[in-house]
């Protein structure tokens, strides 16, 4: 669950507490790069697209998920929602460096499409996967995995730990760590009985 449903609890909740100081960065940057003061309209236009974007990679996510996860099988499926997120990762840690809110809203994107990917196929991987004794546990990890993301995105954000000015970068690209994770250990996991009986016609491994 850290690199499926942890991954969209996380983004859902991680973008709430440095808004004011993202805000202040785009009117920076605009101030720089134009030589005039945007108006708190502009301001707000271009924060809704910061936190409303990721619904939008979470629907190209989403609308991913069936083929990949038929295409490649369930494990490497979610191996790849880990790109986007490394992505997303890098695009928002390094957008105050390069003085460009630009790369928030693509790294915005970005870590959408890991949400929506790593939502649907975290569920289909699990279930799959489980005994039969113990399914309806097992399908419950992704629920228990987007309240420990969220919650873990709330405990970043407090200003005791990243929420603060010089820090936020590092609290927008906190999604690198889940991702490296799975991507260390998922390997060493077995991929679904169902697609390798169904999909890839290998019953032997499958059993």
């Not at 309209?41 to 697209?49: C, D, R």
């Not at 974007?53 to 880990?82: C, E, H």
């Not at 970043?156 to 889940?178: H, K, Q, S, T």
């Amino acid at each position: 669950g850290i690199g499926g449903a942890f991954q969209y609890g996380l983004q859902i909740s991680i973008i709430n507490s440095p808004a004011e100081y993202i805000k202040s960065f785009i009117r920076e940057t605009w101030l720089k790069r134009y030589g005039s003061s945007p108006t708190e309209e502009l301001i707000t236009l271009m924060w809704s697209f910061v936190v409303s974007i990721y619904s939008i990679g979470g629907l190209l996510g989403s609308l991913s998920g069936g083929y990949l996860s038929v295409r490649f099988g369930r494990k490497k499926a979610m191996l790849f929602a880990n790109i986007p997120a490394l992505l997303s990762a890098a695009l928002m840690g390094l957008s105050q460096l390069c003085g460009s809110f630009e790369m928030i809203i693509v790294g915005r994107i970005f870590s959408g499409v890991c949400g929506g990917l790593a939502l649907n196929i975290h569920l289909m991987y699990a279930g799959e996967c489980a005994p039969q004794k113990l399914r309806g546990l097992i399908a419950i990890t992704a629920s228990t995995a987007i309240a420990i993301g969220k919650f873990v995105g709330f405990a970043l954000g407090l200003r005791e730990v990243l929420g603060v000015d010089v820090l936020w970068p590092i609290l927008m690209a906190a999604n690198a760590f889940p991702a490296l994770v799975q991507l260390l250990t998922l390997p060493f996991f077995p991929d679904s009985p169902r697609y390798l009986l169904i999909d890839k016609k290998d019953k032997q491994g499958c059993i």
